[in-house]
């Protein structure tokens, strides 16, 4: 790992930092989308605007961003940035903020990678243009699955205070099963049963056949009463992610939001759901899954919106999952426009609502109803014609659909899963 060095580095300066809060208010840098491809990559106006920037530089600009803004300058350390014992304050700043992207790296929150590079031999090793200023650019920073699982876990407290005190636990459905934690009337035993007895109930029976309870009791096998618990479901879940052009343009960033929501989910299912399975699908011209250790990095780029795509790919992943419940979280802005022909060919039209995708959408969401599957939309969108084609989707699906933004996507998302019961919105 490579940073800027300075003599009389002073750790007390760093030390008063709280690491957990200053992670947290870096979430939104170290989550953001960007737009992938690099400028002059937009299918229409041509610039896509500059790719995601995850230089050290970067990151140092938005540690003293977030110092700023939490107020977490102590007075030591603004004594220091006015340059007092003889170093200017731009060194003094430096040193700071490297000692900071150090200590986070020690934590484990965020790795560095640095790309094998050969100095020109009258390159200087300090100043701008030097050695050191190149390496403040070249080196990348990624979060590990420590910081992964941090943001996740902030996320997901975020999402419940906003909905107030929430009871989390397994899936409750309106069945009961023979289990340990009683929660129902005695029942017969059945062959298969888990012999979780009701002795109570089981004596009784065999008081009222034989009149007596004589040691050794005759107990027949149709005197065995077994306690009843409810059945708590396990659930197969897989997160489609839009990643549109139009999840990062006209001035929202829509993506960023979805991938929280996504790190939230993790971190509930790891921690309340040990037997549910999260999987994470991005669709755009295409459609692929990808490691949510990536998630962080994935970014939305100049593609259309193949929804029957995704929803193939969901669904295949789901019939490999041995579970109670299946379902889709589908999160969008916008209508399907691209279209995978059989020879692998991609349909698009750009202006949507297209009678060829459409019904090939359709089809697909027949699919995913015929093999259990429940597709719950979340839309980033209100467009009288979108509504009326998400309308359609959760008809056919028997799904529910959610008209949202950015700020109440997470509290639909958690709240539905949580729940699991119709909700108007």
Known sequence: MRFHTYSKLDPSLTDAVDLEALLERLADFLLQSGFAGGPMQHPYWGDSGDEED????????????????????????????????????????????????????????????????????????????????????????????????????????????????????????????????????????EFGDTMNLDIVATLTNALARTGSLEVPIDLDYGDLMVHQAEYRSSCATVLMLDTSHSMILYGEDRFTPAKKVALALTHLIRTQFPGDTLRVVLFHDSAEEIPLATLASAQVGPYHTNTAEGLKLARRILMSQKTDMRQIIMITDGKPSALTMPDGQIYKNSMGLDAYVLAATFREVADCRRAGVVINTFMLARDPSLMAFVKRMSQISRGKAYFTNTMTLGQFILMDFLRKKTRRV
């Open 54 to 189: 995850r230089s050290m530089d970067a990151l140092r600009q938005a540690i003293l961003d977030a110092l700023i803004d939490g107020g977490q300058f102590t007075p030591e350390m603004l004594e220091a940035l006015r340059g007092e014992g003889g170093e200017d304050s731009e060194a003094q700043l430096a040193k700071l903020l490297d000692e900071l992207v150090g200590r986070l790296a020690e934590a484990g929150y965020l790795t560095t990678d640095t790309p094998p590079q050969m100095p020109s031999g009258h390159q200087a090793v300090t100043g701008k243009g030097g050695l050191a200023h190149a390496a403040s650019r070249d080196v990348q920073f990624q979060l590990t699955q420590k910081g992964l699982d941090f943001l996740g876990y902030k996320a997901l407290r975020q999402i419940l205070g906003a909905l107030g005190r929430s009871s989390i636990g397994s899936h409750d459905t309106p069945f009961l099963a023979t289990g340990i934690e009683s929660d129902g009337w005695s029942k017969p035993y």
